[in-house]
């Protein structure tokens, strides 16, 4: 895996290692605005409450469960429909009614995925509706080519592989391709196995053999790409 630091004087390099992409796929949280946004913090809060609502928990045992359900089958909402039966679509509307201010346009970015050669697309394990919300909000409308959420995969989240497979068969995405940018390294694993280009976007690194590339601001990483 390179880091930041390791590509940040080698431009020809690392755009040598995506000159046969076509399809660029950007996941949406912590990925296409900064963690400092602390979006998913609003997020989180409404998945508790939704959690002691429906299982009849209190704030302790439901936070548990949330951390529980993510761990082990990807996202909360895939262990509340697959141990309690829950209807996704009520429990996504509720946790995404949410306050879109803390986020603000970045012309930079914008920019940048213009650049970029090729199909542009946001999938995320949220819904479209609320993606294309954070989208207006980052000043990135119209810069994609099609955004996916959760719904499109048939309610199966990332990390599955079938996630991204039924994804990208409904969008025409040949992995072989395509790059993928994600602030979650596990959902990387799959892409990689697909034959995709990885970019594991955060603060931190977390070394990983499915991961190719790191960065800790996507506007330098793309731009250097063009």
């Known amino acids: 895996m390179a880091s930041d630091t390791d590509i940040h004087g080698s431009g020809d390099a690392l755009s040598r290692a995506f000159t046969h992409v076509t399809c660029w796929v950007f996941d949406l949280d912590q990925t296409l605005y900064p963690p400092e946004a602390r979006l998913f913090d609003q997020i989180e809060q409404r998945m508790t409450r939704y959690v002691m609502q429906e299982l009849g928990v209190d704030a302790a045992e439901a936070n548990r469960l949330r951390v529980h359900y993510w761990r082990t089958h990807g996202t909360t909402l895939a262990g509340l429909m697959r141990e309690h039966g829950i ?16 986020l603000s346009p970045d012309l930079a970015l914008a920019d940048a995925i213009a650049a970029l050669p090729g199909r542009k697309i946001v999938y995320t ?33 990332k990390p ?5 497979e039924t ?9 072989t391709r395509a790059a993928m940018f994600e602030d979650d390294p596990r959902n990387l694993a799959a892409p990689h196995a697909m034959g995709m280009r990885t970019v594991h976007v955060a603060r ?14 996507l506007t330098a990483f793309l731009q250097r790409l063009v």
């Not at 599955?160 to 991204?164: L, R």
């Not at 931190?204 to 601001?217: I, L, M, S």
């Open 167 to 175: 994804v990208f068969a409904r969008d025409g995405v040949d992995a």
């Open 204 to 217: 931190e690194p977390k070394p990983a053999a499915h991961v190719h590339f790191h960065t800790d601001d």
């Open 87 to 102: 209807d996704p679509e009520p429990y996504l509307d509720h946790v995404h009614d949410i306050s879109f201010h803390p």
């Open 160 to 164: 599955e592989q079938g996630a991204f």
């Open 125 to 157: 394990n949220g819904t479209a509706p609320y993606a294309r919300q954070v989208i207006a909000a980052r000043g990135l409308k119209g810069q994609f080519d099609a955004v996916y959420g959760v719904e499109h995969a048939d309610y199966r989240p």
